[in-house]
DNA sequence: CGAGCCGTTGATATCACTCAAACTACGTGG
DNA sequence: CCACGTAGTTTGAGTGATATCAACGGCTCG
């Protein structure tokens, strides 16, 4: 069992696999380094298997013919993307390229395909994961269709604070042009946005930390009931 | 083999599964009947399966607080929805209501577990499902994001018209109403690109049925290369 | 110190939403 | 068979949110 098997033992993907089985995958994956800013994939291009963050940061996207970019979502590590591809067959949906220097692993369709028939625990943990992609998705798709981009700042800011743990610290883990391609709205916006928060007195911003000073305020933001 | 069986057999998610699992399947869904407007599932309850339409139509769609709708999909006759809360645990991610008066099954979850551990090849069909859906929604995303409302339309109208074969007539099969819902823009201005099209001769309305007339414009349109 | 990236701010244009009202199609019951 | 109610659709006027264009300030890194 070396390095990289115990690296996959901890991630919700390979959870309660039997150390050979994690052995077998650790095999199958090749590693990849790529430096910031390295187009991974693109759109449309066939597809051979399926990527995991090991250290640094992906940004998938889709890009209009005008050159806007909606940023579908930024994975950092241990977290697996272009599964679609591998299941579905053809092409990918979008393109990846890194945010920083990163060390992927990538696993061929066709090893991923034989080990999830052999395992039904791994099988079922790849279906935990695609429905989670699932739900974030429609919540997305939620956000875009029925949310101000006030509210989707407002959600966004909450839910990372969730996430890491911190009740009322935020540090933004990517620059504030790239949120705005995440939230679907344009750079000037989310300044301005920001500056109508601080201004209101909801949070209060110094470079990519932000404090949320108002929670309360900042969950009817959220929920629509209040406005900017 | 009965009549459930053999109907399970030509959809997607049980293609090649032999004929005792088809019966497996069969014996533990179980059939549901409602009438056209009928709340099959609210976003947030605890979910205890997996649903598929035998007849009839579906909306899953979100609320806002205020009241307005999106519509996230329309599943008809052979579709399957509500995965996520199976795999993911929890409870389901937005509402489902019934268009037209609908049959279905439910499939509860612990059976489906159960089949899918006994069986790879219906596991491997289920994950190509929800890439099928998590392919759905990038494009979802990208187009709420990146387009305007006349691109939307035209993308729509030109997927409905290759999917249902017929090069140059659709048949919409919901409401206009429903479609500016799923097109995730308001009902009057959905009635205003199409009379904008029309006047341009691009297409033309009668009632529920839309001929496309300028099938290149209509893609350039999609395309965002040209507006309106 | 200059170049480039990132972020901010202002002015303007426009898309699409809201509100309000009327009009059509359709099915039901009198 | 017609009157009526309901659901669906269309149109108009007004408004607001956000994209776009443009310019500038600051920071970092070579």
Redesign the interface.
Known sequence: MNDLSRFLADMALFQGLPDAQLDAVARAAVTVERTKGALLFSEGEEAGGLYVALAGKVKIF?T???G?E?I?HIYGPGEPFA???????GNF??SAETLEDSRLIFLPRRSL?DL???D?AL??N???A??????R??????N????ESPQRLAAYLLDVSERSGKASEVELDVAKGHLAGLL?TAQETLSRILRKMSDGGLIAVSGRRISILDRPAMEDLA???IRL
């Open positions: 889709k209009a013919p005008d806007r909606m579908i599964e679609v591809p591998v299941f579905e067959g949906p979008a395909v999830l028939a052999s039904p099988a079922m790849m279906l935990a695609l429905s989670r992609k699932l739900r998705f429609t919540v997305q798709v939620e875009l269709a029925l949310k679907g929920a629509g009931e």
